[in-house]
């Protein structure tokens, strides 16, 4: 695995020889490329790498980004979705074997408003409608979190932009209600993340398997 941090002025580099991509989240939107120009890279490598058919998953910032490079619509949400939730699914094979309903966590304030030409509607929930797609057979985008740790909400709550968010929605100190609500799912979430990530290197195995 080679990780690229774009936003601490890290380049992109030549992706020939990767099997898969995986773009992560951020505090930042898609649209503010004048105040960070690299998305407009990042978008351009997405962009080549799911034409070409390989495999790509997105998470939150990292979904958004993948309609968006794709001629679909992302926009600022009315009101930011924070906190624990449940997504209502499409059957899928990247969600193969996770039970009708599961615990996940939502905290951004942007959403896909329009998928692009081609996409497909994985999961909603009432505050999002598009809460996960795919394009093409290897490509797939998801607005909630999967990729938890035990420590994962107080090093996003140290960020003001997410902090700013949570508060917005549930009130100041709302990051310790949050942790401990977290605390309390992490399980469900743990094993529901092995299953997504897992499903997802299957689906990138068969992507590189010869023809």
Known sequence: ?????????EAIPPLEGFDALLVMGGPMDVW????????????????????????YLGMCLG??????ALGGEVGRMQEPEVGMSRVDIVPDPVFAGLPAAWPCLQWHGAEVKRLP????????SPACA???QRWGRFAYG????????????????A?????????????????????VEVDAEFSGLYNAAQIVFGNFLDIAAQALAPA
């Open 63 to 68: 979904h958004q980004l993948l309609a968006q």
């Open 32 to 55: 503010q490329t004048v105040r960070h120009p690299w998305l407009l890279d990042e978008m351009a490598a997405i962009k080549s790498w799911v034409e070409a058919g390989r495999p």
């Open 1 to 9: 695995m080679h990780a690229v941090e774009l936003d601490e002025g």
């Open 117 to 124: 030409a081609g996409g497909e509607l994985l999961a909603s």
């Open 159 to 179: 960020l003001p932009e997410y902090k700013q968010a949570l508060e917005r929605v549930r009130g100041p100190g709302a990051l310790n209600t949050l942790a």
């Open 142 to 157: 998801l607005q909630f979190h999967m990729e938890l740790t035990r420590t994962t909400t107080a090093e996003w709550g």
């Open 130 to 132: 598009i809460q996960a």
